[in-house]
């Protein structure tokens, strides 16, 4: 838990130390993990100085003014003794950051890839004064993330900011902005290495609905057949099927 210190680059943190009395006896090293998780497991190599982290990159993320939500932007440090009270920690992810003008409320930002693993249950290797490696684990991988935004209102004159993490990764991610009308535009970033640490500026944008649910839902019915789409409402996604009837 976060005690001091945000939005700066040093901070006072609260949290349960995971450790039986015989794992004290024999660490040399104390690894910490920020949000703290549960479920999360930290197995240390045979010579315990590198250190295997299981954790999950979020693939929901909630909006935050002028940062990155609650727990989307998670942290690990591993200290060279047990004895250090002062802990470096680095950050485990990429990020992007979108600044929009204009006169609508956002609903919801995007991000998808056809080929990239942006979120899932991930393994993180740790080890004292080394750069964490983050791995998405294939099997489970997701190429979305949703930053849920509940209806934050743009500003015509000044751009608004919006913050999304996901797992370091090499291609074209793209961002698909929805306002609370059904209306939504697109934008794809060139192939990019989306590397830990780094925050991607999309370039700035002014908001204009391209396209709209409820148009693609008429050319639907007037191309006929069966159409597929994600309705966007106010505090879930569903999906919903409409079928053109005879």
Known sequence: VLMGGAGTEN????GPYIATPDDVESLH??????PYDENMTCTPN????EYSIAMTVPSVQQYAKGSFGNGAYPMVG?????????????NLLSGMNVKIKGDVSISKIVLTSADLALA???TVVAAY???PVVTVEESTALNTV?????????????ATEFHATFAPCSGKITVTIYDTEGGYMTRTTKATDF????IFQLPELTYVAEHSIQKDLANAFKNGGEYTMHVSFPYDERMACFERQP
Not at 46 to 49: Q, W
Not at 146 to 158: A, F, I, M, R, T
């Open 11 to 14: 901070g006072s943190f609260y």
């Open 29 to 34: 090293q104390t690894v910490i993990v920020y």
């Open 46 to 49: 045979e010579d315990k100085t």
């Open 78 to 90: 591993v200290t060279k003794n047990t004895k250090e009270v002062v802990i470096s920690t680095k």
């Open 120 to 122: 899932g249950p991930a």
């Open 129 to 131: 004064g080394k750069a």
């Open 146 to 158: 949703e930053l849920v935004c509940d209806g934050v209102q743009l500003n015509s004159e000044e």
């Open 195 to 198: 590397t830990r640490n780094d």
